[in-house]
């Protein structure tokens, strides 16, 4: 059975695991914004449906490549808020365990 200590030991390193990825999520964010750009100029020349008109059809090029770069980086953003909640909650909740767990007759 894990005493004590190994059961705060293991909340500890589970804290710092998150604290990890989330940091490593975060090193990611400038080739996701690359990748966003790129996506942004080639975006607009992929037909919505098969045989139906492209974005770049229906209104000006520079217009469809901005709307498309604005809509990648709403998405880059939001997961990037979504990603650092979940991190918070986590860190939070094992915060809470590890503090029980030191409570604990």
């Known amino acids: 059975m894990n005493t004590k200590k190994q059961r705060i030991q293991h909340v500890t390193n589970d804290i710092l695991d998150v604290q990890d990825h989330f940091k490593r999520y975060k090193k990611w964010i400038p080739l996701r914004i690359l990748g966003g750009i790129a996506m942004?100029?080639?975006?607009?020349?992929?037909?919505?449906?098969?045989?139906?008109?492209?974005?770049?059809?229906?209104?000006?090029?520079?217009?469809?490549?901005?709307?498309?770069?604005?809509?990648?980086?709403?998405?880059?953003?939001?997961?990037?808020?979504d990603q650092k909640n979940r991190s918070e909650k986590k860190i939070r909740d094992l915060r809470l365990k590890r503090y029980l767990l030191e409570r604990e007759d």
């Open 40 to 81: 942004g100029f080639v975006f607009p020349f992929i037909p919505f449906v098969i045989g139906d008109e492209s974005l770049s059809e229906i209104m000006e090029y520079h217009s469809a490549v901005l709307i498309s770069i604005g809509g990648f980086f709403a998405i880059i953003i939001g997961g990037y808020i």
